[in-house]
């Protein structure tokens, strides 16, 4: 039964990391990620097995960032994972509201590999599909190289690097202590049980996907691809070499906590989440505001 709990946070860090939606979240799928890493983490799947997800959030985010709108969205995902550790996963993000049928498809591969009985990681790939109409916040990406280890002791502490290149290249830091915590009586008969693991979580990185993101909304010019900006005061820098620069720099991106609780029965979780996340050293057309966040995610696994 734990599998199918593994299975659903593996994704959720994953994209989430994803909807630029890992982790604008995805790998915390990731696609979790909802730690923004775009990792599906399955290093505790070795079994062969199919697990199947739908998910709603009240907010896309990216690295720990958002649009100054928010964007709700619902996704479906889908993992394979093999008995030698290779897995491969995709996901559709559709923002609820917005003109394309889908905003977003993520495709990857990966392997999940135990280095010992607490040390444990994954590498993997994942390719950014976008609608040419989506407004997801990392559309200036398509493609990321995922590299996660964690150590298990008093809490599960995590470290996830993330390079991602495409129309602008930026690498990540995602550190999680996560403390997993499962009841030891049951709901409705003996095969049910509940789990929680709230975790803090630190992201650093570079900016420069900013950079590509308010080219296309028209932040540097009077017109733009997408309409006139949205309101609000001046930034503090006020010329694209300026934002350039301060883009490039390794900073501090965001803190969060997150307070995750799961039903979980021998083939399927449902989980719903609360996070708060606190953005720093915020660029461009960002939100700089500290915002609440609530996903709801179901999974299904097939041995």
Do not use: C
């Not at 290779?86 to 280095?115: M, N, R, T």
């Amino acid at each position: 039964m734990r599998y199918i709990f593994a299975s659903f946070i593996l994704i959720a860090l994953t994209t989430v990391k994803t909807l630029g939606i890992n982790n604008y979240y995805l790998k915390n799928i990731r696609l979790n990620a909802d730690s923004d890493s775009t990792a599906t983490d399955t290093s505790k799947t070795k079994k062969q097995s199919l697990s199947i997800g739908v998910s709603y959030g009240t907010d896309a985010t990216f690295f720990g960032r958002t649009n100054q709108i928010k964007y709700p969205f619902l996704t479906g995902d889908v993992i394979y994972n093999t008995k030698s550790g290779v897995f491969v996963y995709g996901s559709a993000w559709k923002v609820i509201g917005s003109i394309p049928a889908i905003d977003e498809v993520d495709l990857g591969l990966g392997y999940s590999y135990k280095l010992s009985k607490k040390i444990k990681g994954s590498i993997s790939y994942t390719k950014f599909l976008f609608s040419d109409q989506s407004q997801i916040i990392k559309s200036a990406s398509s493609n990321d190289i995922n590299f996660k280890n964690s150590v298990d002791w008093f809490l599960k502490t995590s470290v996830t690097l993330d390079y991602l290149y495409g129309k602008a290249d930026d690498f990540f830091v995602s550190i999680s202590n996560s403390k997993y915590m499962e009841s030891n009586w049951n709901i409705f008969d003996d095969k049910d049980y509940l789990t929680f693991a709230p975790s803090f979580n630190i992201i650093l990185g570079t900016q420069n996907f900013v950079q590509k993101y308010s080219h296309d909304h028209f932040y540097f010019d009077d017109k733009g691809k997408y309409g006139p900006p949205p309101p609000g005061p001046p930034p503090p820098l006020h010329n694209e070499e300026d934002f350039r620069l301060a883009n490039r720099e390794f900073n501090f991106l965001n803190y969060s906590i997150k307070l995750p609780l799961a039903y979980n029965r021998p083939h399927y979780t449902l989980e719903a989440s609360y996070r708060y996340s606190i953005p720093v050293n915020v660029q461009g057309l960002l939100t700089a505001k500290n915002e609440s966040f609530f996903n709801l995610t179901f999974y299904y696994i097939f041995y």
